[in-house]
């Protein structure tokens, strides 16, 4: 049994580790897709699209109804115990231990406290195997636990290799400029111009040159020599 706890633990960290990584991609292309969005210019020989629709559809959102939380079971408390024991702040305050090792413990006594008010047996059980704590239940449960902890990263991996932020970071500047005009068509705002776009996607990633204000002063001028010809 002590073979099958082994592998489900070696599964649930690498699918941790697997999970860590595409989220810090997620992220990355949450940042810039927002970022992006938010420098779009306006062309104003655009079409203005109805807002009214946009917004009454968006007042009609349904809240999601909260989850019910199991009973607490006396394997939830021993389990919270035996890493409270371990991590409690007063107990770390003259531990003969690295700065690592002590952020360590005291980010896992916080994530034990909000699993525990959460009823979440399955975190408390990941927080005491990172720990290397022997906790008072059968392997089998343990490893099982472990497993189903692991399934749900997995579905939450895939959900993020389908969102349009993960489509959004493997995407080349083509593809990116398509991402923003779909997502203002689909919202109902006013369209832009690919020129725009081209140049608020360069300069997000880094690659338009020059600093903010040299970028504002060159559009300045530009401005102004577009003014002298009309």
Request: charged share 35%; net charge negative.
């Amino acid at each position: 049994m002590r073979n099958d706890l082994h592998r489900a633990s070696l599964y649930f960290r690498f699918i941790r580790e697997e999970h860590e990584h595409h989220h810090e991609i997620f992220l990355k292309g949450q940042r810039e897709l927002l970022e992006s969005l938010s420098r779009v210019r306006v062309d104003p020989t655009a079409p203005v699209k109805n807002q009214q629709q946009q917004n009454q559809n968006s007042d009609q959102v349904t809240p999601a109804a909260e989850p019910e939380l199991p009973d607490l079971s006396s394997d939830l408390k021993k389990i919270y115990r035996k890493i409270v024991t371990d991590t409690h702040p007063d107990k770390l305050v003259n531990a003969k231990i690295s700065e690592k090792e002590h952020s360590k413990k005291n980010e896992a006594y916080i994530r034990a406290t909000v699993a525990f008010n959460k009823k979440d047996e399955d975190a408390l059980i990941e927080i005491a195997v990172d720990l290397e704590l022997e906790i008072d239940l059968p392997d089998e449960q343990i490893a099982k636990s472990l497993r189903s902890r692991g399934e749900k990263l997995e579905d939450q991996i895939a959900k993020i290799k389908s969102s349009p932020e993960w489509y959004w970071a493997h995407s080349d500047e083509s593809r990116r400029v398509e991402i923003l005009k779909e997502i203002c068509n689909r919202n109902g705002w006013i369209l832009v111009s690919d020129e725009a776009i081209i140049e608020t996607l360069r300069y997000v990633a880094g690659m338009h040159p020059g600093s903010k204000d040299s970028v504002r002063e060159r559009a300045r001028k530009t401005m102004q020599e577009r003014h002298r010809i009309a």
